[in-house]
């Protein structure tokens, strides 16, 4: 069973379940290591200040919280991480030696998917864990489905923004740069009028393609943004690194050689691009900057005649 789950996570994330546990005894967290070391990454804090820290970070598959810790309890922790977007989806066991029925209630109330209680039974809690994380996992797959764009299959819009909203936190959190490329296909309007949507269609699949295969790392993505505009994020990336990735996908997409005769700068289909990277911890940053920064600088970009980059100035 653990097996074929771990087979099956591989194939979707490319990575091993991530296990969070969170207990103030040390004690407690290595019986719970080496119960699962070998099946997932293992993540653990010893407060509930830490459990919260390290949940955004890391973004675990399922925690399994204490009740009594001696900073934040476990109670405190879930309400945090269920409030949080980033979070709020992460299932949560409580492990925990209070074993009333209104303390099981209380768990339930505030958004746990199980109650365990101490001393663990390790078989019973390694069957809730696994339960648990094939739950996560059909879900992951559900959402991941929902959130691509059903034409060019890169993430849609929707996963654009909590992507952005993510990175941004990331990046913030390491005082690191978040950049962001913002892609358009050159008079593609014109292109639909001349070879049919049908065509159309065929030319944004191979644009998204080739803006993914532009990319070098696995945290860096692409999304649709909108008809023929393309968003890509690219998390510690300074300006000038952002840049280079900018002119590798306006060559990856001119060799595409996708004729566009109707096009005014080339005989085949080009893209224009805005560039804009912002050090996420700067006072008075947002995401709400960076993407107009972006913005602006493909507006630039197609003021100039298209076809080509344009920067942001440095932030």
Excluded at 210 to 218: D, I, K, Q, T, W
Excluded at 273 to 291: D, I, N, Q, W
Aim: charged share 25%.
């Amino acid at each position: 069973m653990m097996e074929e789950l771990l087979q099956k996570w591989l194939m979707h994330a490319n990575r091993r379940p991530k296990l969070l546990i969170a207990d103030d005894q040390p004690v407690n967290i290595r019986v719970l290591y080496e119960l699962f070391r070998h099946e997932c990454d293992v993540f653990m804090a010893t407060s509930g200040a830490q459990a919260v820290q390290v949940a955004q970070t890391e973004l675990p598959d399922l925690i399994l919280l204490d009740v009594v810790m001696d900073d934040l309890d476990g109670h405190e922790v879930c309400r945090l991480l269920k409030s949080d977007p980033l979070t709020a989806d992460v299932p949560v066991i409580f492990i925990t030696a209070q074993d009333r029925e209104d303390d099981e209630v209380k768990a339930f109330g505030l958004g746990a998917v199980d109650f365990l209680s101490k001393p663990i039974n390790p078989v019973v809690t390694k069957a809730r864990v696994r339960t648990h994380l094939t739950l996560k996992l059909q879900g992951d797959l559900l959402r991941a489905n929902a959130l691509l764009d059903g034409l060019t299959g890169v993430a849609n819009r929707r996963k654009f923004d909590e992507d952005l909203l993510a990175d941004w936190r990331h990046c913030a959190r390491e005082a690191a740069p978040l950049a962001l490329l913002m892609v358009d296909v050159d008079y593609f309007k014109r292109y639909n009028d001349q070879y049919g949507h049908q065509a159309g269609d065929a030319c944004l699949k191979s644009v998204a393609k080739a803006l993914v295969e532009s990319l070098r790392r696995p945290y860096d993505k692409v999304a649709r943004y909108g008809g023929e505009e393309f968003a890509c994020l690219l998390p510690k990336t300074d300006l000038a690194g952002a840049h280079l990735i900018a002119q590798r996908m306006l060559e990856q997409v001119r060799a595409l050689g996708i004729e566009h005769l109707p096009s005014c700068i080339d005989a085949n289909v080009t893209i224009s691009v805005g560039v804009a990277s912002m050090l996420a911890s700067r006072e008075g940053a947002s995401t709400a900057t960076l993407l107009k920064a972006a913005d602006d600088a493909l507006y630039e970009a197609k003021r100039a005649g298209r076809a080509r980059v344009a920067c942001a100035p440095s932030a």
